[in-house]
């Protein structure tokens, strides 16, 4: 049969990604602290030269299906990466992974145990034989106006956000989806919990009261938390409060290039 991928292209233009995306999949992903069944959404891409039509990208489907029974750490997408710059000859290859990743939570008060869902990302490189790893993750809390505690006799609005951040680290990753989720958590006027008794809500509303924050100071606080972290390259942050009291969000972002 004729191989009209591998027919030349005349137009010299190098692609520097091509391949398939939306691909979901069960795998066992490694974060170094726990392994654990995830479904991924993937997206997986290779370079492809100039003066090639396109890519093979049944070959890298049949690369991501030879690991859905193997545990996923960073270290291994440097071998699935190798694997396809191997198999299609390139000279550089992507991945990204997408997966809910769930974390044991306990009550503040009654101590009663649920899992919180995390949004996890996977992100893995490989580029002229150099890997780059990056670390991303979404995570929920409450926070509490502090303008609206200062301003009200009674009460104060409080609503739900999220962190999203991406963590790029000189080598492989030094922190556990687990102890990130916690070290941003940290921050919050409060944590959330799937599950509450009402000794726990009083708990949780009474906590948020008295740690009020804009969206400004998590996320000022959140960056002062990652730089602790030994080995990150850079990071992004991004802070947003899903307002009770306005038809709009509130919104702050910060990008940084670390000193290790």
């Not at 959140?222 to 009770?244: P, T, Y």
Request: proline share 4%; net charge negative; with cysteine.
């Amino acid at each position: 049969m004729i191989d009209v991928q591998n027919q030349p292209d005349t137009r010299g233009i190098y692609i520097q990604q091509t391949g398939v995306s939306g691909v979901c999949l069960p795998f066992l992903i490694d974060d170094g602290g726990q392994t654990q069944p995830v479904q991924a959404i993937v997206r997986f891409t290779v370079a492809l030269d100039e003066n090639l039509r396109g890519t093979h990208m049944s070959r890298l489907m049949e690369i991501l299906d030879g690991w859905i029974n193997k545990p996923i750490a960073f270290r291994t997408l440097d071998t699935i990466l190798r694997e396809a710059i191997d198999k299609l000859e390139t000279n550089a290859a992507h991945i990204r992974l997408d997966f809910k990743y769930f974390l044991e939570r306990r009550a503040p008060v009654s101590e009663r145990t649920s899992l919180l869902d995390v949004d996890c990302s996977f992100v893995a490189s490989l580029v002229e034989g150099r890997t780059a790893f990056q670390l991303g993750l979404s995570v929920p809390f409450t926070t509490l106006c502090p303008c609206s505690r200062e301003i009200s006799t009674v009460g104060a609005h409080n609503q739900r956000s999220l962190c999203s951040v991406l963590l790029a680290f000189n080598g492989g990753p030094t922190i556990t989806i687990d102890k990130l989720t916690a070290l941003i958590e940290a921050q919050a006027s409060s944590a959330i919990y799937p599950l509450l008794k009402r000794e726990d809500e009083k708990f949780v509303t009474e906590a948020a009261y008295d740690n009020p924050k804009f969206v400004e100071d998590i996320l000022r606080d959140v960056v002062i938390a990652l730089r602790s972290i030994k080995g990150v390259r850079s990071f992004s942050v991004e802070c947003e409060n899903f307002e009770s009291i306005h038809n709009h969000n509130a919104f702050a972002l910060h990008d940084e290039i670390g000193s290790d």
